[in-house]
């Protein structure tokens, strides 16, 4: 009987995806283990192995199809000893689904689909594909993602350096030469504008920060923190750290601030469902991270137990690979509190949506000097303003100001977060 190959669940919130590109041919013989097509999400570029071995009978789902469900029958494979007759009467309709399992704070890995399992990698291995250089007489080696962005930017791959295996052209090389060359790009209407048209990813935003401002009751809470003691205690650790390679930011200071203050306010640590409000244990911090064409959150899980130099090193990592579109799918879900900082890029104050389930945001504004009353006197100092964003079924202003002022403590006396 015909194995069914199904569009696989890339995460646990994935409905559907773009089936991009399938690698193999109808009436190619399929080992197990063997990369048969490259599924797009709204996040990143993965790949879908094969688990079992056959022959590709039928391609259902064509290459560059967009909204492909999940658990669609996208191929039907042959079974040693079958033949296409075999094809017959076959229903290519979707399997009865199983009970889902619930998403927790730290996700597993997606569920293994029948005939198929989902593997990320860390850049597509597509196999490479020699490409004359005509000015370098050699020849270059070019995945075969990075060649269909390529050409669909208008771009000369002789002229761009591979940084993948071996120095093969990869998707991050041709993305760095052309930000924009995954996106599409209407004729100039008339009236005088470019019609960019909605990825994955910025549908995906669209929807959710559309249901979560319209549905999630929240109220925002500002205070201003005061910088000095802070600024001073990081130049000092990084003087010190520097021959280890070690160099704390203001926003790793924020982030060991936010995860301690959730310990010390746990009910700010919450999420909203219909059965009641989940009080987690952990402080898993996601961190707002700005990427082409959107915006992800990788999580810093247990950032209550870590110090600065490892939040350091954890956020670094996290970011570079979120802008690489690298990150697993756990490394961006079940964050509970999330950190949103601006103030790199000069914002002094602002107000972020909640990312839902997750009972509060926290939105970091630009530290400045300005003028501050010491006693009678009147001084200047850095200051930087916060506000917290609360979904008001889950975290009252009692507790959102509770959460606050032990973060303003953490933040001014950074030795602090010592203890």
Avoid at 9 to 19: D, I, N, Q
Avoid at 23 to 47: F, P, R
Avoid at 188 to 206: E, F, H, N, Q, V
Wanted: with cysteine; proline share 7%.
């Amino acid at each position: 009987m015909p194995i069914k190959i199904l569009m696989p669940a890339l995460s646990p919130t994935m409905e559907e995806g773009t089936l991009a590109k399938w690698l193999v041919s109808e009436g190619d013989m399929i080992n197990s283990g063997d990369v048969i097509a490259e599924i797009e999400t709204d996040k990143a570029t993965m790949e879908v192995e094969a688990v079992e071995e056959g022959t590709l009978a039928k391609i259902l789902i064509p290459g560059n199809s967009e909204n492909v469900a999940v658990n669609t029958v996208i191929a039907l494979l042959l079974e040693e000893g079958e033949d296409k007759s075999a094809l017959d009467g076959v229903d290519v309709s979707a399997p009865a689904q199983n009970d889902t399992p619930t998403p927790q704070p730290s996700p597993p890995k997606g569920k293994k689909e029948e005939g198929v399992k989902s593997v990320p990698h860390p850049e597509p291995v597509e196999g490479e594909v020699p490409v004359k250089s005509v000015a370098e007489g050699n020849r270059l080696k070019v995945s075969p993602l990075a060649r269909r962005l390529a050409k669909e930017a208008g771009l000369d791959l002789s002229r761009i350096t591979g940084t993948g295996p071996n120095g093969r052209i990869v998707k991050r090389d041709v993305e760095g030469v052309a930000p924009q060359a995954s996106m599409a790009v209407a004729p100039s209407t008339p009236g005088g504008y470019d019609l960019i048209a909605l990825d994955g990813m910025r549908k995906t935003i669209a929807a959710r920060m559309t249901e979560s401002f319209r549905d999630v009751p929240h109220f925002p809470l500002t205070i201003d923190c005061r910088l000095d003691a802070l600024l001073t205690a990081r130049k000092a650790i990084n003087e010190a750290a520097a021959d280890d390679g070690i160099k704390i930011s203001v926003n790793d200071f924020i982030i060991r601030a936010c995860a301690l203050a959730l310990k010390k306010e746990p009910a700010a640590n919450s999420s909203y469902t219909p059965e009641g409000l989940k009080h987690w244990h952990d402080a898993d911090v996601a961190v707002a991270v700005a990427i082409d064409g959107g915006l992800i959150t990788p999580v810093v899980r247990q950032a209550q137990h870590k110090g600065l130099a490892a939040i350091s090193t954890e956020v670094k990592d996290l970011a570079a690979r979120a802008k690489a579109r690298k990150l697993m799918p756990e490394e961006y879900q079940g964050g509970t509190f999330t950190v949103s900082n601006m103030g790199m890029m000069g914002i002094k104050s602002f107000a972020s949506i909640i990312n839902q389930p997750q009972g509060c945001i926290m939105s970091v504004g630009a530290g400045e000097k300005r003028p501050v009353v010491n006693g009678d006197e009147l001084g200047i100092a850095i200051v930087m303003s916060v506000t917290l964003t609360c979904d008001h079924r889950v975290v009252d202003g009692a507790i959102g100001a509770s959460f606050l002022k032990y973060f303003k403590q953490f933040i001014e006396n950074p030795a602090m977060m010592l203890l």
